[in-house]
């Protein structure tokens, strides 16, 4: 008899334990839908910064533009590892808006970089170009964007929030 209460014993003990992994199972699952529900969130509001620091850092070269005589190519210099500096030359419109130096995607990328020091794909955002109208799009993963107008420098933020 006490053998068949020691295998019940055993029984309730991997029963316990059954129902404890099911119970710990479930509740990542939970967390890891929620987390990978919010990631879309996450991008959204780093192009919200973005937006931000692009309007702070346009306003800084325009300004630079005219203190500098307003040159066709300026040189801008951003501390990019926080040791050395990162020197690039970008061009600029008669206007005093950076210009990308070609006029497709990997020009609008490369002009993004230039400005705000950040890699669009890291960012986990496309670039794209309407050259007829002139304007930059930088595209998060739930459809939010980020235009720059060429001529007219003005940064336009659309956002897709319901």
Not at 40 to 63: E, F, P, W, Y
Not at 93 to 102: F, I, K, R
Not at 103 to 126: H, I, M, N, P, R
Not at 145 to 158: D, E, K, W
Request: glycine share 8%; charged share 20%; net charge neutral.
């Amino acid at each position: 008899m006490k053998s068949q209460q020691k295998a019940d014993g055993e029984l309730l003990q991997v029963f316990g334990k059954v129902v404890a992994i099911v119970l710990l199972l479930t509740l990542l699952s939970v967390l890891g839908f929620r987390y990978f529900g919010s990631v879309s969130n996450i991008s959204s509001q780093g192009l919200r910064v973005d937006h931000n620091r692009l309007l702070n850092v346009l306003g800084m070269v325009k300004a630079q533009w005219l203190a500098q005589g307003r040159p066709t190519e300026m040189k801008l210099s951003w501390d990019s590892t926080g040791t050395e500096y990162a020197e690039s030359y970008v061009k600029m419109s008669a206007g005093g808006w950076p210009l990308p130096n070609s006029l497709d995607a990997s020009g609008c990328e490369q002009l993004w970089y230039q400005l705000l020091g950040k890699d669009t794909l890291l960012q986990q955002f496309v670039s794209e170009i309407d050259a007829k109208r002139d304007v930059c799009s930088y595209i998060a993963n739930n459809s939010d964007r980020i235009g720059y107008q060429l001529a007219s420098g003005r940064v336009i933020f659309l956002t897709n929030d319901k």
